[in-house]
C-alpha cells in the first residue's frame, strides 16, 4: 500500500511539470527533472503569461530536504507560482510573497531555494534568485554567473529581493539547475563542481536544448564512475533563437 501511494504521489508530481520541449516567443526551453527517490523537492516549472505580453515565465528551486514532505512544499511553490504570475504580480514580488507564505504554513526546519525569471520576446530577462545556485549565461565562450539576490524563502520574515537584467543575442544560453549536479560526488567522494559543468556548456553551448542537456548529463556520468546520485537533480536549458 505504501508503494502504490509512492507510485500515485510521482504521478501527481509529475503532472505537475511542465511540457519538457517548448519553443515560443524567440525562445527554445528545455528540462531535465530526475528524482533520486520516489518523489522529488525540487521544483520546475514554464508558463506563459496570461496579459498578451509573449513573455515566458520560468523557475527552478530546490526544498531542504528529500521525499515526500519535501515533494509536499514543491506542489506548495507550483500552486503559488502560477497563481501569482496569471495575476501580472512581479518578478521579486512573487519571491518575497512566496518567502512570506513558507514562513506562515511551514515548519520552521523547511525552506526553499528559488531562481525565478522573465524572458521576453524582445531578449530581455529577467531574473531573482532566492539563495538557489547560480545560473549560468552562456554567450559565445564566455559564462557568467547570476548570483543570489537574496536568501532562501522561507528562512527569514519579511525579505527583499532585487531582480536583475540581462539582453540574449541568438544562440545565447541560460543554464538553471539544482545542486543535485554540481554537488554530486564520485567513488573518491570529488565534487563534480560549478566550474566543470561550465566547461561543458561553453563548449557545447551551440547544441539545441535537448542535446545539450544530454551532454551535461553523460559528462556528469562520466565523471561519477557509476557512483550513486544521493540528491535529486534538475535543470532547464533556455536558449534564444533570433
Not at 13 to 37: K, V
Not at 51 to 63: E, I, K, P
Not at 126 to 147: F, M, Q, R, S, T
Not at 208 to 225: E, I, N, Q, W, Y
Request: overall charge negative.
Amino acid at each position: 500500500m505504501l508503494q502504490n501511494d509512492l507510485d500515485l504521489a510521482w504521478r501527481i508530481q509529475a503532472s505537475l511539470l511542465p511540457r519538457q520541449d517548448l519553443c515560443l516567443s524567440g525562445w527554445q526551453i528545455h528540462y531535465r527533472y530526475e528524482p533520486a527517490g520516489p518523489v522529488s523537492g525540487d521544483y520546475c516549472d514554464v508558463l506563459t503569461g496570461r496579459n498578451g505580453d509573449g513573455a515566458l515565465y520560468f523557475a527552478m528551486g530546490d526544498v531542504s530536504g528529500k521525499g515526500v514532505a519535501a515533494s509536499l512544499l514543491m506542489a506548495h511553490l507550483n500552486a503559488s507560482f502560477r497563481s501569482l504570475i496569471d495575476v501580472g504580480v512581479p518578478i521579486e514580488q512573487f519571491v518575497e510573497r512566496a518567502n512570506r507564505l513558507l514562513m506562515e504554513r511551514t515548519v520552521s526546519l523547511h525552506y526553499a531555494t528559488l531562481a525565478c525569471g522573465r524572458a521576453s520576446d524582445s531578449g530581455d530577462i529577467e531574473i531573482c534568485n532566492a539563495g538557489h545556485c547560480a545560473p549560468v549565461l552562456v554567450h559565445e565562450d564566455k559564462a557568467e554567473l547570476l548570483e543570489a539576490t537574496g536568501l532562501p524563502v522561507g528562512m527569514m520574515g519579511e525579505q527583499s529581493y532585487a531582480v536583475e537584467h540581462r539582453s540574449l543575442e541568438a544562440g545565447d544560453v541560460l543554464f538553471l539547475y539544482t545542486d543535485g549536479i554540481t554537488e554530486a560526488r564520485n567513488r573518491d567522494d570529488h565534487e563534480y563542481g560549478l566550474e566543470r559543468l561550465a566547461g561543458v556548456l561553453r563548449e557545447k553551448h551551440s547544441l539545441p536544448p535537448r542535446a545539450l542537456a544530454g551532454a551535461c548529463l553523460a559528462d556528469l556520468a562520466v565523471f561519477l564512475g557509476g557512483a550513486p546520485r544521493t540528491d535529486d537533480l534538475s535543470l532547464m536549458i533556455l536558449r534564444r533563437t533570433e
